[in-house]
């Protein structure tokens, strides 16, 4: 079995199933323009030196998110 978690705790290079956004209506909205929806592929692509923003792939397009926002969605690790 596949572990879930949260999008912040993805390593680089690693890769995972977007399962659910647990967010308010607002933050749902814009990552869900952003490509993060349900059944989304995204991979880690790079970790700022502090941690935070982080780079992720999600449907061709590199996206930068604050561990914060990428904390309110789960994934299934691939």
Request: aromatic residues 4%.
């Amino acid at each position: 079995m596949h572990n879930i978690g949260n999008l912040s705790e993805l390593p680089q290079g690693e890769t995972a199933v977007v399962t659910d956004i647990r967010a308010t209506n607002n933050m749902r909205r814009r990552l869900n323009a952003l490509g993060l929806t349900v059944g989304a592929e995204v991979r880690c692509i790079r970790q700022s030196p502090l941690g935070d923003p982080t780079a992720f792939l999600i449907q061709g397009a590199v996206i930068a998110l604050r561990c914060e926002d990428s904390a309110c969605v789960w994934v299934q690790f691939l």
